[in-house]
């Protein structure tokens, strides 16, 4: 089974900390995402990364920067964190070997909240 | 640009009665559609996709979904739902297969069985 971890499932930081979330994928992905979850707002796009060194913008990468320096891990870093990036964390990484095989994978969450 | 609609953020049906959840997409291409379930303090898993070929789509703990190209949509159902399949479920588009490309989402509808 594919395994996609994320480094914490809760965690409290203060309004200008600079944060660090870890996602780990097993499966040699060359894909990996993240995403915030919010109620009433559903998936949203922040980074995605579709190689080693590689990072795109996704449809909210504000105050966001993205690192992926290994294959199995894509790290998000929140700056300075705001009140506003309160929210639920995903990673994901895809699976690409034609269109039957277009799978992504979720990691269980990391719960910010930024106090 | 391509977008998901779910209609109905939230639905509630009882147990052994028929799932109906809505979803429309827009795309200037044909899409590749996903269903995605999320579990409470879970992340997201598959329950099907559709990428190429047969428009009725099987996936997983007994739900489908069909492709309807003149409608634009890619409606789940179950014939019959469990108490187990109360959570909140995803439909995404994705329309290009190229490396690189993510998910788009919609918001989400919450699924409530009764007994």
């Known amino acids: 089974d594919v395994k996609v971890t994320q480094s914490s499932r809760y965690l409290v930081k203060r309004t200008g900390e600079k944060v660090f979330l870890e996602c780990v994928q097993d499966?040699?992905?060359?894909?990996m995402f993240w995403y915030r979850q919010d109620p009433g707002l559903g998936l949203r796009l922040i980074y995605f990364?579709?190689?080693?060194?590689?990072?795109e913008k996704g449809d909210i990468p504000e105050g966001y920067s993205v690192s992926r320096e290994k294959k199995e891990r894509f790290s998000l870093i929140l700056e300075s964190a705001s009140t506003n990036q309160t929210s639920m964390y995903l990673c994901?990484?895809?699976?690409?070997?034609?269109?039957?095989?277009?799978?992504?994978?979720f990691g269980p969450g990391t719960r910010l909240t930024v106090l | 640009a391509q977008s998901v609609t779910q209609l109905g953020s939230h639905v509630s049906v009882s147990e052994g009665a028929l799932v109906l959840l809505r979803c429309n997409y827009s795309s200037s291409v044909p899409p590749y559609l996903f269903w995605y379930v999320q579990y409470p303090n879970q992340g997201l898993q598959l329950l099907l996709k559709y990428t190429t070929g047969a428009t009725l789509v099987k996936g997983i703990n007994g739900f489908e979904a069909e492709f309807k190209k003149s409608e634009t949509s890619f409606h789940l159902t179950k014939p019959s739902a469990h108490m187990s399949d109360a959570a909140e479920y995803f439909c995404a588009v994705s329309v290009s297969n190229q490396a690189g490309t993510a998910l788009i989402f919609g918001k989400g509808t919450t699924l409530s069985v009764s007994s």
């Open positions: 994901a990484s895809r699976a690409f070997e034609g269109a039957s095989t277009d799978t992504q994978y």
């Open positions: 499966m040699d992905h060359e894909n």
């Open positions: 990364s579709y190689d080693v060194k590689m990072k």
